[in-house]
Structure formats: C-alpha cells, structure tokens
C-alpha cells in the first residue's frame, strides 16, 4: 500500500487511480514519468495529511490554498530536489487537478498562483566529427568477437547517424528495418520514420550477418550474449572505454552522439523543423536549444583561429 493510500480517504485514492489510468492509456506518458507522476502525487497528498492533521478527503482539497503548495515545494527543495523535477511535481499536481475539474468534481485557483522553477538552460555537449566517428572505429578494435564488435557498432552508429536515443535503438524489432528508413517508437509512443544512411545500414546488416541468434520480425533487434535483450549499460560502458581510449570527456555517452547528430546536421545546414522531426521532438523549443550549441562552438572556432583570440 502506497504513502497516498493511508494519508488520502477512499474516494480520493479512487481518483487517483483512475488519474493514473488515463495518463497511461490516453494521454500515453512514458512508464518512467507516468512513475514519477504517481510519486509526486503520492508525496503531495502525504504532506497534506501532515500538514492539516489528519487524512485528506475531497473537502481538504477544496480548502487548499497556494500557501500550502508553496510549503510543500519549499520542503521538496528543502530536500535537495532541483528546479527540473520540481518543475515535473508542479506539473504532476496540474495535471491531477485538472483531471478533476474535467471529471467536474471541483475546479481550483491554489495552482495558478504558482509559479513554475526556473530551470538552468544546459548545453548539450556535443562530440567534434572527428570524435563522433573515432567511436565507431574505436569500439571494433576493443572486441575480440566480430558479432558483438558489430552490434556494439551497429547501436552507436544508430546514436549518431541516426540521432536515436539509446533505449530507442534497443526498442528495435527486426520488422522496424526497411530499405533505407527506420520506424523507431519515441517517447510516449509515438512512432517516427528516420533515414537509414548506408554507413549505419552496413553496420546493422554486418550484425545481422554474424548474430548467431535467429530473428523474427518482431524479435528485439539487438541481442546480449546469452540471447536476451541488450541492455544499456553494456553500450554505456562500452562507451566508457572508448572514452578512455580516445581521452574523451565525461560527458561523451551515447546521448551526446545523438546531440553531435543534431549539432552537426544544423552546422551543415540542416533545417530546424526537419531535425526536430528526425529526433522526435515534441516541441520546435527543445530542437533549438541545437541554435545555441552551433553558435558556441563557431564562436570557439573564431576564437581560437583569429589572430586576435
């Protein structure tokens, strides 16, 4: 039994649940925020039942004011919890009260005097073209066994010439492959169709060649060595090697290839929208944080070549 079950009565654990069910079923958040989303709504209803002594019914939400959310933010932060996942627990409460207000049991005003945490703007960390092509050649030479010297590359070659994120290319079923297109499912589900350029292609059809395991169409494309679905972690710490070979830094992971994809596809004149398509962006605004990342590294470039740097 969950935090919420005992600090909430009956009819808003009913709600809660059924919240959930439609964030999951209808609005199809990713497993990962659908279980943050739940935590947060867990941990508010939580600190109400201490805050105003005793278990939350629908009058107690009904009561509530900005002055109570304000309290339970500051405790999160209190906590150590930075602006991102607070933005996540403000957005979780709206979303949960605005679920309620659909369902016409009560509407609020306490959230709108809330106002949502700044969050720092960080820069993707993206590999120079030089770097982001040693990985590949890189990984071949650190295994001994051909097919998982080739999986590793086909996986990392995705990250960069394809711009997938890593769970996105471990989510591939043999039926996702076509001739020169991926269909590669997103976050939330959504399903996206990405360009097969031949290098990446060569590599995946290399693995497929040396798999000594036999796929089916809606197999998982990439396998570990005794069969099973391919974990992450093994391309994480594959990547970590090549890190270490190549004196790269921290911050070179199988995520920043799929930023250097989109670095280096702007750099080249890519077109805003279409890359934002290509990574499955929901929003144009996430895409052009891809602006400033070109910029910073021209203006490093000028800096360092002009005679007056």
Same mark, same amino acid.
């Given at each position: 039994?969950?935090?919420? $079950? ?67 933010? $500051? ?176 911050? $070179? ?57």
């Amino acid at each position: 039994m969950t935090d919420s $079950a005992f600090a909430t009565d009956a009819f808003i654990q009913s709600r809660i649940a059924h919240w959930m069910r439609e964030l999951g079923s209808i609005k199809r958040l990713a497993p990962n925020t659908l279980e943050a989303y739940g935590r947060d709504i867990s941990q508010f209803m939580s600190f109400l039942a201490g805050h105003m002594g005793g278990p939350i019914s629908l009058q107690s939400l009904k009561e509530l004011r900005a002055a109570d959310i304000r309290a339970f933010m $500051a405790q999160r932060r209190e906590e150590s919890l930075g602006s991102r996942s607070l933005a996540r627990v403000l957005s979780a409460l709206k979303s949960f009260f605005a679920f309620l207000e659909r369902e016409g049991i009560f509407a609020t005003e306490a959230l709108n005097a809330i106002r949502t945490p700044k969050i720092p703007r960080s820069l993707p960390k993206a590999l120079t073209v030089l770097e982001a092509k040693n990985t590949i050649t890189v990984t071949d030479e650190m295994e001994d066994r051909p097919w998982v010297a080739a999986r590793d590359m086909a996986v990392i070659s995705l990250c960069y010439g394809a711009g997938l994120r890593i769970s996105e290319a471990l989510a591939l079923t043999k039926g996702d492959l076509e001739s020169d297109v991926l269909r590669v499912t997103g976050k939330g589900g959504k399903i996206r169709m990405v360009p097969l350029i031949a290098p990446v292609r060569q590599w995946i059809e290399e693995y497929l060649k040396l798999s000594p395991f036999k796929l089916w169409e809606e197999d998982p494309l990439f396998r570990g060595v005794r069969g099973g679905v391919l974990s992450p972690r093994l391309i994480q710490k594959r990547m970590e090697l090549v890190r270490s070979a190549l004196q790269l830094p921290p911050s $070179a992971t199988p995520h920043a290839l799929r930023h250097s994809f989109a670095t280096h596809l702007l750099g080249k004149g890519g077109d805003l929208r279409a890359i934002q398509e290509l990574l499955g962006h929901a929003s144009l605004s996430t895409t052009q944080i891809y602006t400033a990342v070109d910029t910073e590294r021209l203006m490093e470039s000028y800096t360092k070549a002009h005679p007056r740097g």
